[in-house]
């Protein structure tokens, strides 16, 4: 069933632009690239209280909640899945958050970003911390790729990679997985003086990405997306505890609005599958399976003259 379901996804598609050796038509022509970025265990507060200029300034520069909301289940592989399928763990199937020692692979039931970006004609990337996002790189959906044989990288180890991989091949779908905030919370604590450091080391990882979309030129480009899975609290996160469900997500690029906190919409909730379907959104992407669970915020959007809708 999921080769035939590969397949199907191809077949829907082979009309589309990459049979045309195109890239489909982007609602905002500027954006030809989107770079997600996820610190793991990043809960939204401790990202304000620790010393993270550079997250600060992406505040000024975009659109942003500390509210957003991840999964009920608020744990790493589940939610990561549900970032960039669009749909809720449910549905998606990758319930799980080890990396199982499998006879034959499991992947999402729904296609993830890299295999619509791939099918339509993007170039794809990631770069990750932690080994069980293998449950991501569903074959021939990856240009490139960085999954450590261990359960838990360090950030030190993700960023080199990330870094080569941008400035070698400059991939226009790429994901950044930085694991060592969630390390760190698990060893020492949420909100303890070691992951408030390590943290701060995460924001200089940010910085770092940007500054490279600056030498290639670039930056220009990209729309940015921030984000995480979960928060946390104590030495651990678990279901539905507002202190693990609550994220930061925060997007910069061209066409963006500029600082705007998206809580001055009383009615929009901005919840984790929401960054598939926006990223999807600008990249003249249409996901073949539906409905999805996230939607496009499209409040983040400068549309100058016009009337913001809240489709929720």
């Known amino acids: 069933m999921r080769v035939s379901r590969r397949l199907i996804l191809a077949l829907c598609l082979c009309l589309t632009a990459r049979c045309l050796g195109q890239l489909p038509d982007r609602p905002i022509p500027a954006i030809q690239r989107v770079l997600i970025v996820t610190i793991d265990?990043?809960?939204?507060?401790?990202?304000?209280?620790?010393?993270?200029?550079?997250?600060?300034?992406?505040?000024?520069?975009?659109?942003?909640?500390?509210?957003?909301?991840?999964?009920?289940?608020?744990?790493?592989?589940?939610?990561?899945?549900?970032?960039?399928?669009?749909?809720?763990?449910?549905?998606h199937t990758i319930q799980w958050n080890t990396d199982l020692?499998?006879?034959?692979?499991?992947?999402?039931?729904f296609p993830t970003l890299f295999e619509l970006a791939k099918h339509a004609g993007y170039t794809t990337a990631m770069a990750a911390g932690k080994d069980k996002f293998d449950a991501l790189a569903v074959p021939g959906s990856l240009d490139w790729q960085y999954i450590p044989d261990t359960d838990k990288a360090l950030d030190s180890d993700v960023m080199p990679r990330a870094l080569a991989m941008l400035r070698e091949h400059q991939p226009q779908v790429m994901f950044v997985h930085l694991p060592s905030v969630d390390n760190v919370g698990h060893a020492a604590g949420w909100a303890s003086a070691e992951q408030m450091k390590v943290i701060s080391n995460a924001d200089r990882c940010v910085g770092q990405l940007l500054q490279t979309l600056d030498d290639l030129h670039i930056r220009d480009q990209t729309m940015f997306i921030l984000?995480?899975?979960?928060?946390?609290?104590?030495?651990?996160?678990?279901?539905?505890?507002?202190?693990?469900?609550?994220?930061?997500?925060?997007?910069?690029?061209?066409?963006?609005?500029?600082?705007?906190?998206?809580?001055?919409?009383?009615?929009?909730?901005?919840?984790?599958?929401?960054?598939?379907?926006?990223?999807?959104?600008?990249?003249?992407?249409?996901?073949?399976?539906l409905p999805l669970d996230g939607k496009v915020v499209m409040e983040i959007f400068d549309r100058t003259g016009e009337e913001l809708i809240h489709n929720n």
């Open 41 to 91: 265990g990043l809960r939204p507060d401790l990202a304000l209280r620790a010393d993270t200029p550079t997250i600060h300034a992406l505040i000024t520069e975009g659109a942003f909640t500390f509210w957003a909301r991840t999964t009920a289940e608020s744990i790493t592989l589940p939610t990561h899945v549900s970032m960039l399928t669009g749909v809720t763990p449910i549905r």
């Open 101 to 109: 020692a499998l006879v034959h692979p499991i992947y999402p039931k």
């Open 227 to 289: 984000t995480s899975d979960h928060g946390g609290a104590g030495l651990s996160h678990g279901p539905d505890d507002p202190r693990s469900r609550a994220i930061p997500w925060i997007v910069v690029g061209p066409g963006i609005r500029r600082g705007v906190d998206l809580t001055k919409y009383d009615k929009l909730n901005v919840d984790i599958e929401d960054t598939f379907c926006t990223a999807c959104y600008v990249l003249g992407l249409h996901p073949t399976k």
